[in-house]
């Protein structure tokens, strides 16, 4: 399996690797790193202040190169879709592309002192959710699987790196399927 990692304009090179690593340990593939994606004339919404997840993904789908099997796109922007004031990211379920909004997910985003490596732990698990809806995946009760819904960070940080145990095999029968 090929994973392409394919980040917005702006997010650092630090952070890209450190995703990069976890992405190909965690699926134990390939990853491929791909230029930076420009920011889509229509991504910006200057009556909300954010960034339109939407157009993010359409932009990046429009380059998806065809040999990986998913997409990750990582943005440092603060991302919404229409019905929501905002979302850390978004995927199409069974679908080749999720998007992955670092932004909220760094403490100084809430006025707070830097944190990086828990801005990375959450990402961490953030990208086991997202990537997780394109293998077929959907939220799950347990509160500490990365499928849980997460509408706030205090429920990323409840939340492990991985999947309960159902998800796992939901996952791995996927990546069978997938590879057979």
């Known amino acids: 399996m090929l994973i392409g990692l394919l980040p917005v304009e702006g997010v650092a090179g630090a952070d ?32 909300r202040s954010q960034y339109d997840a939407t157009a993010l993904l359409k932009a990046a789908l429009a380059v ?21 004031t905002f979302i850390f990211g978004q995927a199409q379920v069974d679908g080749p592309a999720a998007l992955l909004s670092l932004a909220r997910l760094r403490q100084e985003f809430y006025g707070m002192p830097a944190r990086r490596e828990l801005m990375l732990e959450r990402a961490r698990k953030e990208i086991v959710h997202e990537l997780g809806h394109t293998f077929g995946l959907v939220h799950c009760a347990d509160k500490q699987c990365a499928m849980a819904l997460s509408i706030n960070v205090t429920n990323i940080d409840i939340k492990r790196d991985a999947l309960c145990g159902a998800c796992a ?12």
Not at 25 to 33: G, N, Q, S
Not at 64 to 84: Q, Y
Not at 169 to 180: I, M, P, T
């Open 16 to 47: 890209m690797d450190a995703l990069e690593s976890f992405v190909a340990r965690h699926y134990e593939c390939e990853v491929r790193r791909l230029p930076d994606l420009a920011m889509p004339a229509d991504g910006y919404d200057t009556h």
């Open 64 to 84: 998806h190169p065809v040999e990986t099997d998913r997409l990750l796109v990582v943005t440092d922007k603060d991302i919404f879709i229409p019905m929501l």
């Open 169 to 180: 095999r939901h996952l791995a029968d996927r990546l069978e399927a997938l590879a057979g």
